[in-house]
Each structure stands twice: as C-alpha cells, then as structure tokens.
C-alpha cells in the first residue's frame, strides 16, 4: 500500500445563503465528499451581526464589508468542518477563486456561481485561520470523531 502522508487539517466550510436559497447545498456537499473529504460536523444556522463581523474581522473597514456582512446574515447558512490531511488547500482549490469570472471551470465557483458577492461558498484560507474560525461555529462537543470505512483507500 502507498505510503500514508500530511498531517490532519481542518477547516470551516459555509454554503453562504446563496448556495441554500439556489437549493446546492447537496451539489456542494456532494463534491466534498465524493472527493474524499471527511465531514466532521455540520449545522444549518443564520448568522448574527456579531459573529459575521468576527468571522470577516480581516476584513473590517473595507468598502464591501458592509455589505458582505449584510449578504452572510441575509439567511440560513450551512456550516461544517472537514477534516484530514491538506484539507485547507484541497477545500480552496475546489472552491475556486473569490472572484467567479475568474475561477477555472471544474471548480464551485467557477460551475455554478458569477458574481463576487454571491459566490457560495467560505473556506478557511489556512489552518491558523481555520483554528480561529471553527470555534466561531462549533463547540468541540459539536464535531465528530468518527472513522470512515474509506479511508484505508483514500489516504
Ligand atoms: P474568499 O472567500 O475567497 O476567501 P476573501 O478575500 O476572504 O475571499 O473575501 C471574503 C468574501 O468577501 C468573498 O468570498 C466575497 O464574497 C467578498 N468579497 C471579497 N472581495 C470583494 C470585493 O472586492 N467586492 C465585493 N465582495 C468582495
Ligand atoms: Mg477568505
């Protein structure tokens, strides 16, 4: 068998409104795992102000911020965590560029969505940003720590 590598990741995916009001939450989900991915919680909320604001703190000051925090509190979001080895990268590769018009095809973004503002989907853009965004949506009571019977043959 080839060798096991990388160290487990994790990282907060959002289906942003967009993606639940457009009913792609399964075309989403489905891809991460068909992938491979191992989900390790996920719920269905709507975001209060506070938390986007923390969530997007990078952000803060910027002339969309207004409205993105508007845009992620606008309605139900689906949040989960996915975890296992490069996880962060794998979730940004296939998530596509920020921008749709310039996200290849083959990516979410690029598939299914054209504008900047609703392009449907958060990913944690490293792991340190990911150990800072998971516990803005999730108690560690609230993830999983579950084998599945694939991954003898994924990783
Ligand atoms: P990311 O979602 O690919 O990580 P970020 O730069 O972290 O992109 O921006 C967060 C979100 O803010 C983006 O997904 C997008 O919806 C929105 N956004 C980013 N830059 C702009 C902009 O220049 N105009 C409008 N919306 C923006
Ligand atoms: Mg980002």
Redesign the pocket.
């Known amino acids: 068998m080839p060798e096991k590598t990388g160290t487990v990741e994790r990282t907060l995916v959002l289906i942003?409104p967009d993606g639940v009001q457009r009913g792609l939450i399964g075309s989403i989900i489905g891809r991460l795992e068909k992938k491979g991915l191992h989900l390790a919680g996920l719920k269905m909320l709507v975001l209060d102000g506070a938390t986007a604001e923390r969530h997007?703190a990078?952000?803060t000051g910027?002339?969309?911020f207004p409205?993105?925090i508007s845009?992620i509190t606008s309605g139900p979001v689906v949040a989960m965590v996915w975890e296992g080895p490069n996880v962060v990268g794998m979730v940004?590769s296939m998530?596509g560029?920020?921008?749709p018009v310039a996200a290849a095809p083959g990516t979410i973004r690029g598939d299914l969505a054209i504008s900047?503002?609703?392009?449907l989907?958060?990913?944690s853009?490293s792991v340190t940003t990911a150990k800072r965004e998971i516990p803005l949506f999730f108690s560690a009571q609230e993830l999983c720590a579950w084998q599945s019977t694939e991954t003898d043959w994924l990783v």
Do not use: V
């Open positions: 942003k997007y990078e952000h910027k002339d969309f409205s993105l845009f940004r998530m560029a920020t921008n900047m503002g609703m392009n989907i958060h990913g853009d």
